[in-house]
């Protein structure tokens, strides 16, 4: 996403950042504040209620009861809070950032973020017209959401036990040796956080069917099939198999397993 790029698990094409804002600094508030924003939307009823469809409200329509379920709001809500909350709990104690980042970045990644907070907040509100989906696809989509926010995390811790080992791949480079990164998704994925992500609002998706956060799965699946690209291919020339380096998988995709 608009903050990926300053993470350690950028490509190592990305020139240093001599000037710009401690990267720890502005992730923890740009997470932090789509809490905040969302929240803000959701609850304050001083917004204008005319928000015309289907800017908010569901796409598909409910079946009946269900739609009236007061407490999946209260789930949604959960679902978007626990995702940001994690991502600032991991900006603090997993990731590890190699560069500042720049003042664009800096500006861009809360932008971004709280916008789209600040739409879905109000698209999810039952007084401006939201109702729930089909409870099967409420429940298929909060289970892949878990899913994804697993697999998200373990990826990235497997990517901390990289530095924590002293080993070096690609991305987290010391004077020792190169180890391409193997397990679990490794094994068939080169970006697996970044197919996990995908899972986590895929799921979000058909739980909501909120347009608001439709087009902010869109986003983050070009946006990271086009950072998992980049990654795939700079794997590919620094693991080229010569002069003792190791030869990088070749059935290993990009981003999706089996297709890219």
């Known amino acids: 996403m608009a903050s990926e790029t300053s993470k350690i698990s950028g490509s190592p094409s990305q020139g240093h950042v001599s000037s710009g804002l401690n990267p720890v600094a502005v992730n923890s508030v740009t997470y932090l504040g789509t809490i905040v924003v969302y929240l803000l939307a959701f609850f304050l009823r001083e917004f204008p209620k005319p928000v015309p469809f289907p800017a908010a409200g569901c796409l598909v329509p409910s079946d009946g009861d269900f739609g009236e379920w007061t407490p999946a709001g209260y789930v949604l809500m959960a679902l978007w809070c626990f995702h940001f909350m994690r991502r600032f709990v991991e900006v603090l104690f997993v990731h590890e950032y190699k560069r500042k980042m720049s003042y664009v970045e800096s500006v861009g990644a809360p932008v971004y973020y709280w916008l789209f907070g600040f739409w879905t907040g109000l698209s999810l509100r039952p007084d401006l017209g939201y109702v729930n989906t089909y409870l099967s696809m409420f429940v298929i989509g909060c289970l892949m959401f878990f899913v994804g926010e697993v697999g998200n995390g373990v990826s990235h811790l497997q990517l901390r036990s990289l530095r924590s080992n002293k080993n070096t791949h690609l991305l987290y480079q010391t004077k020792s040796q190169h180890v391409v990164p193997n397990g679990l998704m490794f094994e068939l ?7 996990f992500e995908i899972v986590s609002w895929l799921g979000f998706s058909l739980a909501t069917w909120a347009l608001s956060v439709v087009v902010f799965l869109a986003a ?11 990654k795939h291919q700079a794997y590919r020339t620094e693991f080229d198999g010569r002069e003792g380096r190791e030869l990088y998988p070749p059935n290993r995709k990009a981003l999706i397993p089996f297709v890219f």
């Not at 994925?189 to 197919?195: D, E, G, I, K, R």
């Not at 946006?223 to 998992?228: E, S």
Request: charge should be positive; proline fraction near 6%.
């Open 220 to 230: 983050t699946v070009l946006t990271l099939c086009i950072y998992g690209h980049k």
């Open 189 to 195: 994925v080169s970006c697996p956080h970044y197919f």
